[in-house]
């Protein structure tokens, strides 16, 4: 359940994951933003666009931007990775499908993606998203929402691959993965959920949590302050969430690794 914002974003969004799962979007998971809003049943900060990751093994992306195309008059955005509904919302649609090891790129960051995204989907659930105003609800959707441990991991890549305009869109990414952590790793069930991800996953957020939440906690805590005004976070706040997921993970793997 999420509350209605006084703007109607919500709602949009919201009817926008209706829409595109309904255009017979193949086995999928709602990543970004708003499955972190999801997940949190929070809306903590704001956020314009829908993003999506579909498996497209049998092309079956092309079918639903297609129907949306006929049924929404909407268009295909200008990369060809997803559309720009009637009323203007953005959807991206991430291309994943079956993979091996010797097809996953040797660059860190590239290779994460891939596979933060596939994880995302194969480990994504059945959710109703419902936006209320009061009782009345304004809009709902059937989607598989990605879960903690992958939308962390995927957040942990994309912050690393901002550049030029979209720069400022990495503070988004540390604080969703910090909501996240706080929430959902209290019991340790994040960083064993990651400690178990496939190939390097794993080590890599292990290593991502230690040098964006423990050795960067002063320059974070500043950024999420400057542009969350609400968040109140200290670097404390976050070295402590950072430091004992990173932990987690280290520590699970190594006795994975003994047994």
């Given at each position: 359940?999420?509350?209605?914002?006084?703007?109607?974003?919500?709602?949009?969004?919201?009817?926008?994951?209706?829409?595109?799962?309904?255009?017979?979007?193949?086995?999928?998971?709602l990543?970004?933003?708003?499955?972190?809003?999801?997940?949190?049943?929070?809306?903590?900060?704001?956020?314009?666009?829908?993003?999506?990751v579909?498996?497209?093994?049998h092309?079956?992306?092309?079918?639903?931007?297609?129907?949306?195309?006929?049924?929404?008059?909407?268009?295909?955005?200008?990369?060809?990775?997803?559309?720009?509904?009637?009323?203007?919302?953005?959807?991206?649609?991430?291309?994943?499908?079956?993979?091996?090891?010797?097809?996953?790129?040797?660059?860190?960051?590239k290779?994460?993606?891939?596979?933060?995204?596939?994880?995302?989907?194969?480990?994504?659930?059945?959710?109703?998203?419902?936006?209320?105003?009061?009782?009345?609800?304004?809009?709902?959707?059937?989607?598989?929402?990605?879960?903690?441990?992958?939308?962390?991991?995927a957040?942990?890549?994309?912050?690393?691959?901002?550049?030029?305009?979209?720069?400022?869109?990495?503070?988004?990414?540390?604080?969703?993965?910090?909501?996240?952590?706080?929430?959902?790793?209290?019991?340790?069930?994040?960083?064993?959920?990651?400690?178990?991800?496939?190939?390097?996953?794993?080590?890599?957020?292990?290593?991502?949590?230690?040098?964006?939440?423990?050795?960067?906690?002063?320059?974070?805590?500043?950024?999420?302050?400057?542009s969350?005004?609400?968040?109140?976070?200290?670097?404390?706040?976050?070295?402590?969430?950072?430091?004992?997921?990173?932990?987690?993970?280290?520590?699970?793997?190594?006795?994975?690794?003994?047994?």
């Amino acid at each position: 359940m999420l509350a209605a914002d006084a703007d109607g974003v919500l709602r949009r969004l919201v009817a926008a994951v209706d829409a595109v799962v309904r255009a017979d979007l193949p086995r999928h998971a709602l990543v970004g933003g708003l499955a972190v809003m999801a997940n949190l049943a929070q809306a903590h900060r704001v956020t314009a666009d829908v993003d999506t990751v579909s498996d497209d093994d049998h092309d079956g992306i092309s079918h639903t931007v297609g129907l949306l195309v006929e049924q929404q008059h909407a268009q295909i955005k200008p990369a060809g990775d997803g559309v720009i509904l009637s009323d203007g919302t953005k959807v991206d649609i991430i291309a994943t499908g079956t993979w091996t090891a010797a097809d996953l790129p040797d660059d860190r960051i590239k290779r994460m993606f891939i596979l933060s995204h596939w994880w995302a989907v194969e480990t994504a659930r059945t959710t109703k998203l419902v936006v209320l105003d009061g009782s009345a609800t304004l809009a709902t959707a059937t989607v598989a929402l990605a879960q903690p441990p992958a939308l962390v991991a995927a957040k942990l890549q994309s912050m690393r691959t901002r550049r030029g305009e979209s720069a400022a869109k990495a503070v988004s990414d540390v604080y969703d993965a910090y909501r996240l952590l706080g929430a959902y790793d209290r019991d340790g069930s994040v960083a064993e959920a990651l400690a178990g991800a496939p190939m390097d996953v794993g080590a890599w957020c292990a290593a991502a949590l230690t040098e964006t939440f423990v050795d960067q906690a002063a320059r974070w805590a500043g950024r999420i302050n400057t542009s969350f005004a609400a968040a109140a976070v200290t670097p404390e706040d976050l070295e402590v969430v950072g430091s004992l997921a990173a932990e987690r993970v280290t520590r699970s793997q190594t006795e994975e690794g003994l047994g």
